[in-house]
Nanobody, 126 residues
Framework: QGQPKESGGGEVQAGASLRLSCAFSGNIDSRYSMGWFRQSPGKERVGVAA???????KLADAVKGRFTISRDNTRTTLYLQMNNLKPEDTAKYYCSADVLRGVGYDILDPFEYNVWGQGTQVTVSS
């Protein structure tokens, strides 16, 4: 697969909403899990929301009740709807997709994924 391309980031006030999009290229089929991750300066990349190959979704505790992950039927576009944004959501957001094979894999673990885009910056001011 090619490098994914993220879009939709921006600078917003606390309480606002943003919708991120991720366009995948190449053959992303039903074997792939996909997810959104974020990274702040000086911190490790962490999982935000992910969809497993069977459609099961998983959200990080910090975003439950505020963020929603979805994908289109062709699996070429992944979305992250972010509501009630908080200053602590400020980060660069990345998407990725991969075939996760290990026993007991975690779809929110960024180390399970190998292909990354350039990311899209989200900045939330108080």
């Amino acid at each position: 697969q090619g490098q994914p391309k993220e879009s939709g980031g921006g600078e917003v006030q606390a309480g606002a909403s943003l919708r991120l999009s991720c366009a995948f290229s190449g053959n992303i089929d039903s074997r792939y899990s996909m997810g959104w991750f974020r990274q702040s300066p000086g911190k490790e990349r962490v999982g935000v929301a992910a969809i497993d190959r069977d459609g099961t979704t998983k959200l990080a505790d910090a975003v439950k009740g505020r963020f929603t992950i979805s994908r289109d039927n062709t699996r070429t576009t992944l979305y992250l709807q972010m509501n009630n944004l908080k200053p602590e959501d400020t980060a660069k957001y990345y998407c990725s997709a991969d075939v996760l094979r290990g026993v007991g894999y975690d779809i929110l673990d960024p180390f399970e994924y190998n292909v990354w885009g350039q990311g899209t910056q989200v900045t939330v001011s108080s």
